[in-house]
């Protein structure tokens, strides 16, 4: 079986994040992607997390080709394929409809650097993309333009959700995760008040800090501002 090792793993991160409420019922979804091949491995459409094997996990190129695998891949493997496409560093994406960051979305409203944590999205604000109809074409060039002008490994889809990106499956979770913290942080500040926004030059100090960060990080995982 092409890339097991990595349909397993999108089914054990499937399971972890309709555990942690990223997404309700089969919303969402993940991919692996392994430059040597060319091939991206995604979750399928429609099957619940706790019931998706290994076998149900789809093989792609990034033309859109079904590589391997009997069943329908994500709707929204283009968006996945466009993700690859504008960030080249990356080998995972995870796409959520966690409830804070798709209530911003669904405001399109960035989410603001509220809290250090942002900047392991490389930036210190995530963009939203207008919205275009979920699973289609359009919708990844929306994402495409406008990661083009961002450095965010991470984008809010208008009226819809959220999808990340990282050197690995943990690193693209994991970002989902502190993504969806930060706009719970923005809306229970905003609910109170106007929350203060940290500088630039605050964000800069706090990006060069992730570099470091940890106790078994590597150089080369603290360059793409995500070794936290």
């Known amino acids: ?3 097991q090792k990595e349909r397993e793993e999108i089914v054990e991160y499937g399971k972890q994040m ?11 979804n993940i991919s692996i992607y392994d430059p040597e091949t060319g091939y991206m491995a995604i979750s399928p459409s429609g099957i619940g997390y706790f019931e998706t094997e290994p076998k149900d996990v789809v093989v792609m190129d990034l033309d859109g080709n079904t590589i391997e695998g009997e069943r329908k891949p994500s709707s929204e493997y283009g968006l996945h394929i466009v993700m690859y496409q504008c960030k080249p560093e990356a080998r995972a994406v995870v796409h959520t409809h966690s409830a804070f960051c798709t209530a911003y979305a669904a405001l399109n409203r960035p989410i603001k650097a509220v809290h250090y944590v942002i900047g392991g999205s490389g930036a210190a604000e ?6 275009r109809t979920f699973g289609t074409p359009e919708l990844a060039e929306s994402v ?15 009226n819809h959700g959220l999808v990340t990106c990282g050197p690995k499956l943990a690193k693209a979770f994991s970002l ?8 719970e942080i923005q809306y229970r500040a905003e609910c109170i008040g106007t929350p203060c926004i940290l500088t630039d030059e605050q964000m800069a100090e706090a ?11 590597k150089p080369e995982e603290g360059k793409d501002g995500m070794g936290y």
């Open 1 to 3: 079986m092409l890339m």
């Open 18 to 28: 309709s555990a942690a409420g990223l997404c309700k019922g089969t919303s969402g």
């Open 126 to 131: 995530i963009p939203v993309a207008p919205y």
């Open 144 to 158: 495409k333009e406008t990661l083009a002008k961002s450095d965010a490994k991470a984008v809010l889809l208008q």
């Open 176 to 183: 989902a995760v502190n993504m969806e913290f930060c706009a």
């Open 207 to 217: 990006m060069l800090r992730f570099k470091s960060y940890g106790q078994t990080a």
